[in-house]
């Protein structure tokens, strides 16, 4: 990684006290972030609160966030309306083992009413969670072992979903540190945004295919929007080969009302989500089609379920609470709104690279943006022909302006963020890839 200097000498100014808390942090936490976080150079700021659609750092800096706690806080933070559900329930109870009226009804019934492929859900804690979920469901469902899941495509954490090719790692790195050799085993990876190529892979080892994931946009890898030709395709070939058809919508559900998969027209057999449908708190879910979830069911003479799944945190009333709060504002008005600033500034970042002769280009969807610069980045294979030191120096560049994000290219709005603060953005965007002289 080479970072501008100049740039590095400000950033670094500006965030001393970060610095000196951050390394007081790593003596006890690994990265020095209790979540866990990759690299961040030449270091992270240290948060010490938000509201709307800012953060303050511990040096008294002001940002406007355009990551939202890891993609989480689609209202931004300390949402009035999120934040008296979460107070009124914690007056109630936080955490029982046993059914309660009427939390994960209200929820489930907003993710079904505004979700055509999903009939019933199940909820947990993490996206990872979730999609270890729908895997056992497909696996016994179809009675088949291995998961087909696309080059580049980002799925959580657990072994199998871990192995195969990733930005996040070298392109020969397929099996991380501290995962098995047999977890390679299990993955069967297809060609994003190839139909052709995805077709010929699922044919080839459809007999074995349990499970098919896919991100509506690969988000992690660069915030990638499929075609709707590429998931129909997908849609059409698993169901001929009797292979569950898994949207990942951890990430994309916010896109459209009832998820990416309604903005493309292409109904899954299962859907995870989880981030932004908790509101802030941590929640996540299953759902689609009953015969599926239905594993689930308990016999009511037997009382075992053909598959059992436990989520001791899954459903925690507080979380429930938060979600139901946050899916009620996330209206179809809201998702206009969000969208259409996400179309006005993919389009001026477009419009700069045209204008200035450069390479630069926006990807994504819905409030999801990434940039590149470089080749029009469609798939893993694009997205690795970026030039990343520049994408690296412009995020530190617009750090230093006061617009904090991922350092990978990456930027979410939220419903807090309005015409103003996006006028502030691309303003501040044009004038840091000045800074880098990077354009006149």
Not at 232 to 260: C, H, K, N, Q, W
Not at 322 to 343: F, Q
Not at 367 to 390: A, M, Q, S
Request: include cysteine; hydrophobic fraction near 40%; charged fraction near 25%.
């Amino acid at each position: 990684m080479s970072l501008d200097e100049a740039q590095t000498k400000i950033y670094v100014e500006r965030t001393q006290r970060s610095r000196q808390l951050w390394e007081t942090t790593r003596e006890l936490i690994p990265t020095g972030h209790a979540g866990g976080m990759g690299a961040f150079a030449p270091h992270p700021i240290v948060v010490e609160h938000g509201k709307g659609c800012w953060l303050w750092d511990v040096d008294g800096n002001r940002y406007l966030d355009l990551r939202l706690g890891d993609w989480v806080l689609i209202h931004g933070h300390s949402d009035e309306d999120i934040r008296a559900a979460v107070h009124e329930q914690m007056g109630k109870m936080v955490q029982v083992g046993a059914p309660e009226w009427d939390l994960g009804h209200s929820m489930a019934t907003l993710l079904v009413e505004r979700t055509p492929s999903i009939e019933q859900v199940r909820f947990f804690v993490s996206g990872t969670d979730a999609n270890a979920c729908a895997i056992r469901l497909a696996r016994g469902f179809t009675g088949r072992r291995k998961i087909a899941k696309a080059i580049g495509g980002y799925h959580g954490t657990s072994d199998p979903l871990v192995a195969g090719r990733s930005v996040l790692r070298e392109p020969d790195d397929i099996l991380p540190l501290g995962v098995p050799p047999q977890a390679a085993d299990e993955i069967v990876e297809f060609p994003y945004n190839d139909p052709d190529g995805a077709e010929e892979v699922l044919r080839r080892h459809g007999d074995q295919i349990a499970v098919l994931l896919v991100e509506p946009v690969m988000t992690a890898a660069g915030m990638i929007a499929a075609t709707g030709e590429f998931l129909r395709r997908l849609r059409s070939v698993t169901e001929e080969l009797g292979i569950v058809l898994v949207f990942d919508e951890v990430v994309t559900y916010p896109i459209a009302y009832g998820g990416a998969q309604t903005y493309f027209g292409v109904d899954p057999d299962l859907t995870t989500m989880g981030k932004a449908i908790g509101g802030g708190l941590p929640v996540s879910a299953v759902g689609g089609r009953r015969e599926l979830m239905q594993l689930l069911e308990p016999d009511p003479s037997g009382e075992r379920a053909a598959m059992s799944v436990m989520a001791t945190f899954g459903g925690n009333s507080a979380c429930l609470a938060a979600g139901i709060a946050c899916l009620t504002k996330l209206t179809r008005e809201a998702h206009a709104e969000l969208a259409a600033r996400g179309d006005r500034v993919r389009s001026h970042i477009d419009d700069l690279g045209v204008r200035h002769g450069i390479p630069l280009h926006a990807t994504g969807l819905g409030h999801l943006i990434g940039i590149h610069w470089g080749e029009r980045v469609v798939d893993y294979d694009t997205r690795l022909l970026d030039d990343r030191d520049k994408v690296r120096n412009i995020n530190l560049a617009l750090d230093n302006l006061g617009y904090y994000q991922t350092f990978t290219g990456l930027f979410l709005l939220s419903t807090a963020i309005g015409d103003q603060e996006i006028d502030g953005f691309l303003g501040a965007f044009e004038r840091s890839l000045q800074v880098l002289g990077y354009v006149d």
